[in-house]
């Protein structure tokens, strides 16, 4: 076993690739870190904007928690159904390019992409925020530790993700319960103790419209992951429609209860938003103080934040890849590889958000005006897509299935508009330029493989086969020696045209010359010896030069046989000069002729 | 005019090759900046040694220097006899490979190489430290500062030497004439105001033998590079042998003076070693004041001392492609670029002195002691074998001929003793360790390339060509599309026995198989089609292991041919995936059969 397979696993069969499909909660841990995980920020961020107006505004956290639960009823159904319809997944994008043409399909797809790398950057900034918040020594060293959980997150992903959800389903379950009992603790205290929690007194503020809005639209920022599920799909066991709809079902009602139970102490407890520290940690240090169970928590919390990156990377690859299997991506990313994931499309991601963590030097608050319009987007775009669904196919209850679906729509399509105008200046235009972006890409790469596509003649009958009547065969050569020896005899069994090529340097040309016709004259092989000067330092130039001069004359005809001493030893390449792979590239990258290599193995120990 | 030779110049023919080739004073600016900015920590490095005998030490200093100078002459004439001997270069390594064997070249080259790395990073890192001496907010700066002036000579160096010499002679010159000026200056307030400079009471110490002999061995320091002229000679115009011999003397008249000057004024001012600042500081401020005069030397200094890295990049490159020529390096190191320039061994130096400027954060005062040991052991081994040549030869004056190099030869021997024994704990040791690993890597390679050559018959007359009676050709295909039809027209013009290869991977191999062998009995080509399952997600496996079990069959008579697709634009190239690469690159490693490309540009625009 090597090193790369040492550290990537070893390759796997398709008949072992049921192995790397997850269960109900695998599937938690691997698609909805993201979704959960935002309960650290999402009620902080309605709160933020509350305070604005005053203490007084802040009571209205409750209402505004409620409607966003109710938004996420809504989208869980909606997901749901999706799901069903759907069990080949793709969420958004494949529901909007069955639905609602090739357009709404690209703008969903560049949503999604946009949300995925923003959800890797946003959670592993906060979750390491999360983790120097308790270790103050280690902030000059955000950055670095961003890119250290990446790295990690990324390996893990490259070695399969049906490994990655295991080793992530431990702290998630940490998470879920430590943060449970906080919940119920908290709001035991709280019914027990009434008069111990009666609100100091507060002047009473006028609070506008436009606040709650803003207040709703930032809270929203808790809702992003809740398409991850249906989205991936694929990944599950089967019976994997069964499975992924369970997940759904359970990430709405952990995530509900969650988001309702933590607004409810926080505007018991009369916290408000305070630097150095997160509300979750105040209501933890509330409900259960200073207590192992409080670091428990703070630390599940980091470690799911960070992993809530995961969400993407079980995301990202697989849309990439059903973009590139549909030409609007470059096929690269359709390829999976050893360990049956789609590495290229990990990579990409993992490169893209260490760019926007690096950027950003791994400021959390920095990214996430950012972050819930990709998501809202594709919300909007897969529930209008499923309203259509409905219509065209009318399956038992279809008006209230539609009615489900078309009410999120509406909704979220509002939220939408309320996020890029309150959100513009925050950062959201970067959002507005990458989108449009995107599909400009995704178009081109669409035309660019339709217009190969035609001069390849791809989808049509083989062409009447042309067959040469011979082939023309050059060896160039350095030196006449067993390696040079060996190519003209391989040359000399394809056709009766052999040249052996050879380019001499000044000084000394003549005299080399000169031996090289003695000693060719004495060999005497059946093949044609040309000489060229060459007045630069180079052989490649001369030797293309002369190859191009061929092919002008005789069409395709042209075969180029590269003699190469390969040694079998790694680390011996460095003692041979790399001409013949030069020679190879700059041939096949600019001459109309067949270029190959003999190679000669080598063992001299 | 593309980019990269906008950066690096236009190729160069061998007939421009003139143009790069310097002058006398160019010859002092490429080849003697090492020595003569040595100035700047030589006498300092003495004081150093006798002041921790007390300030009754101190006027040791002038003897001690006059001794270094006197070993100086006798080097200068030794060198200028070296390059009237050796017109074609190669210094210590080259006489001692003619007069003393292989072992003591060997000895000779590692210590040079070891030396060349040395006085990069040494006078980068010294004229930094002078630089952020001057400006202290930049002292944080310090490695990246260095690392940047390294890329600067590099670049430089790439674009050939000849312009880099003329780019370093004026700051030579600012150098040499400024700081001369300090000198006479000084001087002539020295015996103008005898009782101001007149000494102050001081007690006096006993100084001991062996302290005398490391305050020597410190001193020696300000000798090194003094041998890189004679390394040099084949970089000057012609007549070469009398400039580079006059820019030998001038050298030696320069450096002599300057040192015997600055120990003068060092010790009638009262001078010792601070810290924050440096000796020769302190000189120009007593001599000049803090006027002008005083920066423009300070700025010449540092420019100077990190120019003298570049003597290092007129040597090494040269060296290293010696070296190669005579199979002791990869051979690489002896291929000339489009400038003709040694830019491998431009390149290696670069990363080797980049790599010990990182270690040493940049730190002088870390490399020093590493320093003289390298310099002083090809001095002994020149002369040992400067006397060995005369006598052999024996010229006119061979006696006293012999008699200097013979001189020179005991006395550098002694010296290089003297600094393993007194700098070993101070870093030698690593020199020590070094210079062995060296010489060991030049004889495996010689080695490697001696039995190589006999593998290929290097130097015997060709062997008798055995032409196999047909070959067998394989295409590997993915789609059966023009490319494909392109390639299989080529292999049945070199062959009637054509294969034409494809892999088909679960899930809807039957279907895919089917559909294309009915496609195939269609069209009816004059060739077989071969199907193979993959049981991984691999194609590049399966083809090799198909091959090689045909080679197993019928020798070397196998010709795999792979269709490529090659977009006429660069940036496309990503849009395609590089499979054929991938396979060409796997069957040449590995399978002992031709494989070749069979290009088709595209350009879908």
Redesign the interface.
């Known amino acids: 076993m090597d090193l790369w397979h040492w550290l990537f696993g070893r390759?796997?069969?398709?008949?072992q690739s049921q192995q790397e499909e997850i269960t109900t909660s695998e599937g938690l841990a691997a698609l909805s870190l993201d979704a959960l995980s935002s309960v650290a920020y999402g009620p902080e961020a309605i709160a933020t904007v509350l305070i604005t107006a005053g203490a007084g505004a802040l009571p209205l956290l409750m209402p505004i928690t409620w409607a966003i639960v109710g938004l996420l009823a809504i989208l869980v159904i909606s997901y749901a159904q999706v799901i069903e319809a759907y069990p080949n997944g793709g969420g958004a994008y494949v529901v909007s390019r069955e639905n609602l043409g090739e357009g709404a399909s690209r703008l969903a797809a560049a949503a999604l992409v946009v949300d995925y790398v923003l959800t890797v950057a946003v959670s592993i900034a906060a979750g390491i925020a999360a983790f120097t918040a308790a270790f103050p020594p280690l902030v000059p060293y955000t950055v670095p530790l961003c890119l250290a959980l990446l790295a990690l997150i990324t390996y893990l992903n490259l070695r399969g993700v049906g490994e990655s959800a295991r080793a992530f389903l431990l702290p998630a379950l940490i998470f879920i319960f430590g943060l449970g009992w906080v919940i119920v603790r908290g709001a035991v205290q709280v019914v027990a103790h009434p008069l111990r929690f009666a609100a100091p007194p507060i002047e009473a503020h006028t609070v506008g419209v436009l606040l709650i809005l803003r207040a709703f639209a930032a809270g929203c920022s808790a809702l992003t992951g809740v398409e991850a599920i249906a989205n991936g799909v694929p990944l599950f066991r089967e019976p994997r429609v069964v499975r992924a709809r369970n997940t759904e079902w359970l990430l709405g009602f952990i995530l509900g209860g969650m988001l309702v139970g933590l607004s409810y102490l926080m505007v018991h407890y009369h916290l408000r938003p305070q630097p150095d520290t997160t509300m979750l940690s105040q209501v933890a240090i509330f409900a259960v103080g200073r207590s192992w169970l409080f670091y428990v928590v703070s630390l599940a919390t980091t470690a799911v934040l960070g992993l809530a990156a995961n969400t993407s990377f079980g995301g990202l690859p697989l849309l990439a890849s059903i973009l590139a299997r549909n030409h609007e991506l470059?096929?690269?990313f359709a390829?999976?590889?050893?360990r049956?994931v789609y590495q290229y499309g990990i990579a990409w991601l993992a490169v893209a958000s260490a760019l926007l963590l690096t950027a950003s030097r791994g400021n959390t608050f920095a990214m996430i005006p950012l972050y819930a319009i990709g998501v809202f987007t594709g919300f909007t775009l897969s529930q209008s897509g499923m309203v259509v669904h409905w219509v065209r196919h009318r399956p038992r209850h279809w008006v209230w299935k539609a009615g489900v679906n078309g009410l999120g729509a509406v909704l979220t399509g509002i939220a939408t508009l309320v996020f890029v105008f309150t959100k513009f200046l925050e950062g959201a235009w970067l959002v507005v330029v990458t989108i449009p972006t995107l599909i400009w890409i995704f178009y081109r790469?669409r035309r660019?493989?339709h217009?190969?596509g035609i001069?390849?003649?791809?989808g049509q009958?083989?062409?009447v086969?042309?067959?040469?009547?011979?082939?023309r065969v050059i060896v160039p050569f350095s030196?006449?020696?067993?390696?040079?020896?060996?190519a003209?005899?391989?040359a000399?069994?394809?056709?009766h045209d052999v040249v052996a090529l050879t380019v001499l340097?000044?000084?000394g040309a003549d005299q080399m010359e000169r031996q090289l016709q003695e000693?060719w004259a004495?060999?005497a092989?059946?093949a044609r010896l040309v000489v060229l000067r060459s007045?630069?330092?180079?052989v490649v130039r001369p030797i293309l030069r002369f190859v191009e001069s061929l092919e002008h004359l005789g069409g395709?005809?042209v075969?180029v046989?590269i003699p190469?001493?390969?040694p079998t030893r790694f680390g011996?390449a460095?003692?041979?000069?790399q001409i013949a792979m030069n020679l190879?590239t700059a041939l096949?990258?600019r001459?109309?002729?067949?270029?190959?290599?003999?190679?000669m193995?080598?063992d001299?120990?």
């Open positions: 390759p796997l069969k398709f008949s470059p096929h690269l390829i999976r590889g050893d049956l790469v660019y493989y217009r190969v001069l390849l003649g791809v009958p083989p062409p086969l042309h067959i040469p009547s011979a082939v030196a006449l020696t067993r390696v040079t020896v060996r003209l005899e391989q000399l069994a394809m056709s340097f000044e000084p000693t004495a060999w092989p059946p007045q630069y330092h180079s395709q005809r075969v046989l190469e001493v390969i011996q460095w003692l041979h000069n190879l096949r990258r001459a109309d002729v067949v270029v190959g290599i003999v190679p193995h080598l001299p120990d």
